[in-house]
């Protein structure tokens, strides 16, 4: 009997043609299912046209975080550990998301005058420059992304995305 190259021996319809029956689920544990996948398609949709966006300027989701972090972070700048704990997505090598940063002179790294241990890490005027000419760009992307919604609706969305992530794993 030829199967699909998609169907595993074990996913297969036993001989008798049924397959096994999947144990109950509450229509709570669907819900927050379907919640999450939602969650998780939108956020994929909504990455992607920011991916295409920051594609032309030649900038990652990363570094466009980083940058924006850094811009945020003032003159003093940041250590990689507090750019890490904001970042958007976690990604395990800050070091080499600045390098590369630093190498096309968006940002600079100096040692903290207080704590030599401490390298902390500022925006160059390059990069607040690439930064202000992609602000309009970005904006409206949201826009188009976000503009269905009424500022009501921003709030909330962002309050519920933001009490779900507080308690998520």
Do not use: F, W
């Amino acid at each position: 009997m030829a199967r699909s190259s998609r169907t595993s021996r074990r996913d297969a319809a036993p001989a008798g043609g049924r397959a096994p029956a999947a144990p109950p689920r509450s229509p709570r544990a669907l819900a927050q299912s379907e919640a999450i996948v939602a969650v998780l398609r939108a956020a994929n949709r909504l990455g992607l046209d920011i991916d295409r966006l920051l594609k032309r300027s030649k900038l990652t989701l990363a570094q466009y975080n980083v940058l924006r972090i850094l811009r945020g972070a003032g003159a003093a700048g940041a250590a990689c550990g507090e750019v890490g704990a904001q970042l958007i997505e976690h990604d395990p090598d800050i070091t080499r998301l600045v390098d590369r940063l630093d190498r096309q002179r968006l940002v600079e790294r100096a040692r903290d005058r207080a704590d030599r241990r401490i390298v902390r890490t500022r925006i160059t005027a390059k990069g607040l420059e690439l930064l202000a000419a992609l602000d309009p760009q970005v904006d409206a992307l949201h826009e188009r992304q976000l503009g269905h919604l009424s500022d009501r609706d921003i709030r909330a969305l962002k309050a519920l995305v933001e009490a779900a992530a507080g308690r998520a794993g």
